[in-house]
């Protein structure tokens, strides 16, 4: 049973794309209700939070590498962005432009790091990552650490915005669906179980590693351009700092890694939160992840999906149970 | 650069690496027995300096006392903790994933509950001896380093002596070299492990009272100084102690020899990538490193 | 016949201990070659080494004269080297299918177009865990996970299988069957060496034996003649008994 659950034949259950091309549906319909403001925003950025949480997963959750250091490519996605909107690009351009530089990056990066497994490639990645903010605070082309700024000479049309944003998440969805069913994503699981036994098999992980790294670099930098240009605003601490890693990393995590819909689910979850706990509480979200993380560590691996998978399996014992006469 | 000036730097970088070693160390003893990368060691460097500058400011306790009531203070903090988190800190082999991600979460939670009780203003134990010096002909030493490398090196000499001297000290370096005999001798696994915990976790609470005295600090205190520690212990080789020493000097002379060629705005990159460098050059540290080329020579 | 593995003087140390020493040998093509030899002979290095786990410290390996010491291990199986472990190595996460699955589609031959489905159930049938296919590889027997093992290697359709005490732990009966399945498998074209620790399972399969001590190559030939050298009945059978 639970074998067959982990490998849902996406031919044997043609109506599974159903669901997720109907909230599509519904999402995109939403701004017809005539949301307020804020709404609209929150739920644009939970947009952007759930491409790089989807983006992160695919490193972190199906090749198993976890990495402290997506801030790097969050970071450079702004920049690209909005260094390339200033010189005059198409902001839509900018954004492939963003996943280019990003997936450049992660080769830099991934090729020393990837030498190391587990544990240390995590510690390494925190390296990169405050180095990288180090660099980027004494730039001096990007204003170093006071910011920089996007102007635009098009009025500002929120709507647009949420609609680029659900885009890209549904790409990001998308894309990892595709990852997760492709041969190059067996290979993944294949490192992520084992990563000896995987070469052993025919496996190049060193490859495979790189190549998830720069799927997953690029998304996350999509969703850092497309944030930058909504918030016109940028600086190294926000867009590059540690707790930027931190966050990309912790919705993944509690969704429930390694998951379609975990890293959504968190995305979710952590853009709501930020949204309405940041504002009021600047620390406690930060405390209540941590506990989140603990509790997930010590209790559910799976995070919200696998509490949601046990829950399901629970009351289908019951069920069961109740069936047999006894 | 003058001669006087050079001496200047090489003390100062001494005295910086006596505090390195005991900052690192609790991290080493912690990862040699169990294997745990204990990422939530920068909470509580974090949360020994604020032991120490609360117990300065409201009992008006010299820091070097609350220095030295953090290692009781911490022992039992870490014990507890161990304690609670149960399964999720088992003896094991091999770093994991998710010890990790454990010790981070641990890390976060000690840093906001820092931030809720005292916020995110720096904060800074100031006694007469901070800015004091001591002169030596042209050479000046600033005497609070002085005294906290003192500090460091009498509580690194009192480690040394419970790891040789005690039953204690000598089941920890058994279970570093080899946990699967450690159980067939019968040495207790588990609670060498607990206390080994308590052990690392009050030598970090005790630095952070150290560091404090020569940094202002906020509950982000330990960030940077776990990125250190890192540094240090994989340099030293992760599990040695001798190494310790040998990758805190290390650091301490780099970082501060290295002003005369990296702008001082770059200074913290150093360690952030020295790290990723030692991580992936040095994968048994120095020693290691050694080792390979003298047997590469012998063939 | 040109041999298809020739290994010359190969020798690896661990700190001091020579875990093998200038061990040298060829295998030809379509054999089944025992390599036998006491506990900690140095056998599971050799496959090691040939398979590229590990660095040798000094020799060298040619496969089909063509020079693999050093090789990286997904390499080696691209060339069709592939080893089994002594201690079965299943990816736990996945199904028994999709073990075998990354084998066929990582493996010498991954070629696109074909019936993924229905090797896999080839493979399967051969090693007889067609049953269990849907089942989680954390749930099954010692027995089970020889067998896949043994599939998961086969699904990289190697031309030389290194064997790694496939049978240990098995009982007679369940030896028996992988055994035949060993014959199969060669007769299918593919060459194997073996390492047992039942001296009747490599009298009874192989062609050729060698004979491995601490480190150093004992001797080598026919199964019937290795059965009555006294350097081996000395260094193993001797001991063993
Ligand atoms: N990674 C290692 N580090 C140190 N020594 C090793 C290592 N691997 C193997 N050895 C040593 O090398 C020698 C050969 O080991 P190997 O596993 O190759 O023997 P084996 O013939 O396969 O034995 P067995 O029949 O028990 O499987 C043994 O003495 C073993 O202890
Ligand atoms: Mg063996």
């Known amino acids: 049973m639970s074998a067959a659950e982990r490998s849902p034949g996406l031919a044997a259950r043609p109506l599974a794309v159903l669901p997720p091309l109907i909230l599509l549906g519904l999402l995109a319909a939403l701004p017809l209700l005539n949301l307020g403001a804020n709404s609209v925003k929150v739920l644009f950025l939970t947009f952007v939070s759930i491409a790089a949480s989807v983006g992160w997963n695919i490193l972190g959750g199906f090749a198993g590498q976890v990495s402290f250091g997506f801030a790097v490519f969050y970071g450079l996605g702004a920049y690209t962005t909005a260094v390339g909107i200033n010189e005059g690009l198409n902001p839509y351009l900018t954004y492939p432009l963003a996943g280019a530089v990003a997936a450049l990056a992660s080769l830099l990066v991934g090729l020393p790091t990837f030498r190391l497994r587990g544990p240390y490639f995590a510690i390494a990645t925190i390296g990169v990552s405050e180095a990288t903010r180090v660099v980027m605070t004494n730039l001096e082309f990007t204003g170093g650490a006071s910011g920089y700024r996007i102007t635009e000479h098009v009025p500002f049309r929120q709507l647009e915005h949420y609609f680029t944003g659900l885009m890209l998440a549904a790409l990001a969805v998308g894309l990892s669906i595709i990852v997760r069913r492709s041969r190059f994503g067996l290979g993944l699981r294949a490192i992520r179980d084992d990563q000896d036994a995987a070469a052993d098999s025919g496996v190049n992980p060193y490859a495979l590693k790189l190549g998830a790294h720069a799927i997953a670099a690029a998304l996350t930098a999509a969703a850092g351009g497309v944030y930058a240009r909504y918030a016109a605003f940028i600086d190294p601490e926000g867009v590059f700092g540690f707790p930027r890693g931190v966050g990309i990393l912790l919705m993944p995590v509690i969704g429930g890694v390694n998951t379609i819909w975990g890293p959504v689910i968190g995305g979710g979850v952590y853009g709501v939160i930020e949204e309405e706990l940041v504002a009021r509480f600047p620390q406690l979200h930060l405390l209540l992840y941590g506990v989140l993380v603990m509790l997930i560590i010590l209790f559910e691996p799976g995070g919200v999906v696998g509490l949601l998978q046990r829950t399901r399996r629970f009351v289908l014992r019951r069920r069961e149970a109740s069936w047999q006469p006894s | 650069m003058t001669f006087v000036d050079f001496l200047n730097l090489l003390i100062s970088a001494l005295l910086l690496a006596g505090t390195y070693a005991a900052m690192a160390i609790g991290m080493t003893v912690i990862y040699g027995v169990m294997k745990i990368v204990n990422l939530a060691h920068a909470g509580f460097l974090m949360l020994g300096a604020y032991f120490v500058y609360e117990l300065h400011e409201r009992a008006g306790l010299h820091p070097l006392l609350g220095v030295l009531l953090a290692f009781p203070a911490f022992y039992v903090v870490g014990v507890l903790v161990h304690w609670a988190l149960g399964r999720g800190v088992p003896v094991s082999d091999k770093p994991t994933l998710a010890s990790l991600l454990l010790m981070f979460g641990l890390w976060l939670v000690l840093q906001n509950i820092g931030y809720l009780v005292w916020g995110t203003d720096d904060r800074a134990i100031l006694t007469p001896m901070t800015f004091a010096t001591i002169r030596f002909g042209e050479i000046t030493i600033p005497k609070i380093g002085l005294v906290v490398f003192a500090s460091a090196v009498i509580s690194l000499a009192a480690l040394e002596f419970v790891l040789h001297r005690t039953w204690f000290g000598r089941s920890i370096r058994a279970l570093i070299q080899n946990r699967y005999s450690c159980r067939i001798v019968g040495i207790p696994v588990e609670r060498t492990a607990r206390r080994t915990f308590g052990l690392g976790i009050a030598f970090a609470g005790a630095a952070g009272g150290l560091l404090a005295l020569l940094y202002p600090f906020s509950p982000d205190f330990g960030r940077p100084f776990l990125l250190r520690s890192f540094v240090i212990i994989v340099l030293g080789g992760l599990e040695s102690f001798s190494g310790v020493f040998v990758g805190s000097l290390i650091l301490a002379l780099v970082e501060t020899f290295s002003i005369f060629i990296v702008p001082s705005s770059y200074q913290p990159a150093i360690s952030f990538s020295l790290l990723v460098v030692a991580l992936i050059v040095l994968p048994g540290g120095v020693a290691g490193f050694a080792a390979r080329m003298r047997s590469r020579r012998a063939e | ?241």
Not at chain 3, 70 to 81: L, S
């Open chain 3, 1 to 241: 016949m040109a041999a298809l593995l020739s290994v010359e003087g190969l020798t690896k140390r661990f700190s001091g201990l020579a875990a093998l020493d200038q061990v040298s040998f060829e295998i030809r093509e379509g054999e089944i070659v025992g390599l036998i030899g006491p506990n900690g002979a140095g056998k599971t290095t050799l496959f090691s080494i040939i398979a590229g786990s590990q660095p040798p410290t000094s020799g060298k390996i040619l496969f089909e004269g063509r020079d693999f010491t050093r090789v990286k291990p997904f390499r080696a199986v691209h060339a069709g080297i592939a080893r089994t472990h002594q201690i079965p190595q299943p990816f736990l996460s996945m199904t028994v299918r999709e073990n075998v699955e990354v084998g066929l589609r990582f493996g010498r031959d991954p070629g696109g177009a074909r019936n993924l489905v229905k090797e896999v159930t080839e493979i399967l049938e051969l090693v007889g865990i067609a049953s269990l296919e849907n089942m989680a590889a954390v749930t099954l027997s010692v027995g089970d996970l020889k067998r896949l093992e043994l599939a998961r290697t086969l699904a990289t359709r190697p031309r030389l299988l290194l064997c790694d005490e496939v049978c240990a732990g098995l009982t007679e009966c369940e030896m028996q069957s992988i055994l035949g399945l060993l014959r199969r498998i060669q007769a299918l074209g593919t060459t194997i060496i073996y390492v047992e620790h039942n001296l009747r399972a490599i009298l009874s399969t192989c062609h050729h034996v060698i004979v491995l001590n601490f480190g150093k190559k004992l001797a080598e030939g026919p199964p019937e003649t290795m059965q009555n050298d006294p350097a081996v009945i000395e260094a193993y059978i001797g001991k063993k008994a």
